[in-house]
C-alpha cells in the first residue's frame, strides 16, 4: 500500500508563509497527479491545488498568485508553498495520489494555522 506523509504545517500569522511537503512511498510516484485538499471543521474538503505527473498546476481561485504547488520526482515529494495567507487559509491540509482516475492513498493531515 503506498504511504503519504505529510509535514510542514504550524501557526503562522497573517501575511506569513509556509510550505507543505508530501512525500509517497512506493516507485511510481511520477506517474501520480498530486493534489492538495484542506478541510475545516464542519465543511467539505476542499480542492486547493493540483500537479499532473507533467508538472501542469491548477489552483483554487481562492489561492491563486499565493500558493504554488511543485513536485520532485527524485525525492517522491511534492510542496505547497502558501504566501501571504489569511485567517481563512486555516484548515487542515491533505495530500492525496491520484492514477487514472482513482484515488492511491490519503495522508493524514496537517494542521495550518493562521492567525495573530
Known amino acids: 500500500q503506498v504511504q503519504v506523509v505529510e509535514s510542514g504545517g504550524g501557526l503562522v500569522q497573517p501575511g506569513g508563509s509556509l510550505r507543505l511537503s508530501c512525500t509517497t512511498s512506493g516507485s511510481i510516484f511520477r506517474l501520480y497527479v498530486m493534489e492538495w485538499h484542506r478541510q475545516v471543521p464542519g465543511k467539505q474538503r476542499e480542492l486547493v491545488a493540483t500537479?499532473?505527473?507533467?508538472?501542469?498546476?491548477n489552483y483554487t481561485d481562492s489561492v491563486k498568485g499565493r500558493f504554488t504547488i511543485s513536485r520532485d520526482n527524485v525525492k517522491n515529494t511534492v510542496y505547497l508553498q502558501m504566501n501571504s495567507l489569511k485567517p481563512e487559509d486555516t484548515a487542515v491540509y491533505y495530500c492525496h495520489a491520484a492514477r487514472l482516475g482513482r484515488t492511491v492513498s490519503w495522508g493524514q493531515g496537517t494542521q495550518v494555522t493562521v492567525s495573530s
Open positions: 500537479i499532473t505527473h507533467g508538472g501542469t498546476p
